[in-house]
């Protein structure tokens, strides 16, 4: 079937004519049927023929069917009609609808010849094959941020393309003339195809049909007239081409957790280490519009308890990006990742603290936040960092906050847990003060801890206590009878600060 509209521009295109009267976008037209008079009256008309016929003949026509007359003046008798005022060859025209028709049932053939493709498993490049044989012209599959999935021809790449490490994307002046043109903009907010023509490439139409999974864009499809010019029925059989790419990309994992924003793909190469260049990594950044400081942060948030994680998630994305003004984020294995970049060593001093607790606590979220670091390819090092964070329920957190300072030690012991005992390598004089609290209810363990918790500060280790100054340095004095403990021997002080982390552990 073919739509009423589509046919309506196809004779307006070809006779360079208005077909005037009411024209409903989302009727179907199956068939089409010439009138010869004499009109009967009782004639049933079938809802998904369109009736051609003359002004002439049939101007008193009153009927509910679907008619265009040609030639055809109105004077009121047929007021819920098509008409056409200039006086065509009704033939031509009946022709010109049924070319329109017979392409519309090959483009729909091909549809199903994509889905046979599609349901059979071939993947990206052979449902672009089959659809080029339709569309007689190179069709490219492309991502949000301007790689290229696949191509067909499967070696068609004109000057639109750049190559790295054996991977196509978009060129800058490309990608700055879709931005310009609000290509972009049309992507990521619609599923209607566009069709547009650019400045250096005369005589060129470029047709853009997003891809969408629960209402994100996660890629699009490019068509180019290179070989002929695009029509009507190219946009239909795009939309309908793109769904089936839904379908395909829904099929992995990656894309279904897609949400829309452009940084995913990037982001992606990142973390899985395709991208083996600095300068690519700042190529590509330059191609989304971003600038990045000296240092950078990787962060994982995560959901839990009774929380609102069923929300659309770009309006966490949305409101991180608030919070965190220099940054990328997306989805990522079912944990929403940022990288954060700022010109300040502290982290803080680039964004509002407060802000970012209120947002943690009112969603049910947990942050975690890697060591800084200046090496952009290094970043997937600190993605490991954070995802320990986010796993390992022995990390130490502080208002929904889970820092890599705070916990590196535990990721070590448990790296190495396979390989060492930890407690073989807890310093023997905390062993011994264990057993010594034991069996004479001393509580040497623990004002020892204390003074380590305090940063060694004899006066807070007492408030944090409830002792006596002098009894804190009573109990002092005893620990260094009983062990080799020195407030003076940096080597003793980290040895025993690390055991105690240790027995945290």
């Given amino acids: 079937m073919a739509c009423l509209i589509n046919i309506i521009k196809k004779i307006q295109d070809t006779f360079q004519v208005h077909v005037l009267g009411p024209i409903f976008s989302d009727r179907r037209i199956e068939s089409v049927h010439y009138l010869l008079p004499p009109y009967d009256d009782q004639l049933q008309f079938d809802p998904n023929t369109l009736y051609i016929g003359t002004g002439q003949e049939f101007h008193s026509l009153s009927s509910e069917g679907c008619v265009l007359l040609v030639g055809c003046c109105m004077d ?10 200039k006086a065509l060859d009704p033939f031509a025209v009946l022709n010109c609808i049924q070319q329109e028709l ?29 659809a080029r044989s339709y569309l007689k012209n190179p069709i490219t599959l492309c991502t949000t941020s301007f790689s290229v999935l696949a191509s067909s021809p499967k070696d068609y790449f004109d000057d639109k393309f750049d190559v790295y490490d054996e991977k196509f994307y978009l060129k800058n002046n490309f990608i700055r003339n879709l931005k310009e043109k609000q290509i972009l903009q049309h992507l990521f907010t619609s599923s209607s195809p566009i069709i547009v023509e650019f400045d250096d490439s005369p005589g060129i139409s470029y ?36 769904k089936l790419f839904s379908l395909e990309m829904q099929k992995d994992e990656f894309y279904s957790e897609k949400t829309g924003l452009k940084y995913e793909y990037f982001l992606t190469d990142l973390i899985e280490q395709n991208l083996h260049s600095r300068s690519i990594a700042d190529r590509h950044l330059a191609q989304l519009g971003e600038t990045f400081y000296q240092y950078f942060w990787v962060l994982g948030f995560t959901f839990h308890g009774f929380s609102n994680h069923q929300l659309n998630p770009n309006y966490f994305i949305d409101q991180l990006s608030g919070i965190f003004k220099h940054s990328m984020s997306f989805f990522y294995k079912g944990n929403l990742i940022l990288l954060h970049t700022s010109k300040y060593r502290d982290l803080y001093q680039s964004i509002d603290k407060q802000k970012l607790a209120h947002f943690l606590h009112l969603n049910q979220i947990n942050a975690a936040i890697s060591f800084r670091f200046e090496e952009l390819l290094d970043t997937p090092r600190y993605y490991n960092q954070v995802m320990f964070l986010l796993k390992n329920k022995k990390c130490f957190m502080k208002e929904h906050c889970l820092t890599y300072e705070d916990n590196f030690l535990n990721h070590l012991m448990e790296t190495s847990q396979n390989e060492i005992h930890a407690e073989t390598i807890i310093h023997p004089d905390l062993l011994f003060l264990e057993n010594y609290d034991q069996e004479n209810n001393t509580e040497y363990m623990k004002t020892l801890k204390a003074y380590f918790l305090n940063n060694r500060n004899a006066l807070n280790t007492s408030n944090y206590l409830h002792i006596h100054k002098s009894t804190f340095f009573y ?31």
Avoid: W
Wanted: proline share 2%; charged share 20%; net charge negative.
């Fill in 207 to 242: 047709l853009f049909c997003s891809i969408h999974i629960r209402r994100a864009a996660v890629g699009y499809l490019c068509i180019s007239s290179l070989y002929r010019p695009l029509e009507a029925a190219d946009s239909s059989f795009a939309m309908s081409l793109s």
């Fill in 76 to 85: 009121g008798n047929n007021e819920n009609g098509m008409y056409i005022q």
């Fill in 475 to 505: 109990r002092i004095g005893k620990i260094g009878e009983l062990t080799e403990f020195d407030p003076a021997n940096a080597q003793i002080l980290f040895s025993y600060e690390f055991s105690f982390r240790i027995l945290d552990f």
């Fill in 102 to 130: 017979y392409d519309c049932r090959k483009a729909d053939l091909k549809r199903d010849e994509v889905f046979q493709v599609l349901q059979s498993g071939y993947g990206f490049q052979s449902m672009l094959d089959t």
